[in-house]
């Protein structure tokens, strides 16, 4: 398996990479609400939380407008490790959907920059978090 990321790595001119909470379940993201399927008020929650921690880290970096700008107009790879406090409980991919959603809009760029996605599950009972790691690639 790939060695886990540093717990809390800086933001550098080149990628955005940081710690986060672990999303709720795929159960708890959404609700049906008058046969409409809408963000529960914990997908809503978790979405400010991520907000707030993205900005935090942006405002610590010295090279944010020059990140910004080259995540606003580049491809853009998504790696995300997933620590759960049991193996077996969540899948990798069940807090993709919602973790990405709050990583850009916290960042204020369109999800449909990211053109690749490296998802991986390890277990860790004392510290559940999810690594995330977005960075512009040259894939396209």
């Known amino acids: 398996m790939p060695a886990p990321l540093p717990l809390h790595p800086p933001i550098g001119n080149h990628a955005v990479v940081l710690t986060l909470p672990v999303p ?3 159960n708890h993201q959404y609700a049906t609400v008058n046969g409409r399927r809408l963000i529960s008020s914990a997908g809503r ?3 400010i939380q991520v907000g707030q921690l993205v900005w935090l880290k942006l405002a610590q970096s010295a090279h944010r407008a020059h990140l910004l700008a080259r995540l606003q107009s580049e491809w853009l790879a998504l790696s995300i ?11 990798v991919d069940g807090g993709l ?4 959603d709050a990583l850009c809009e916290g960042l204020g760029i369109n999800d449909n920059r990211i053109v ?7 277990l860790d009972k004392d510290n559940p978090r999810i690594e995330v790691h977005l960075t512009p690639t040259s894939r396209f």
């Open 24 to 26: 709720p379940s795929v």
């Open 45 to 47: 929650a978790y979405k």
């Open 81 to 91: 490790r997933f620590f759960f406090t049991s193996a077996l409980r969540r899948d």
């Open 97 to 100: 959907k919602i973790a990405q």
């Open 116 to 122: 690749e996605t490296h998802l991986y599950k390890y």
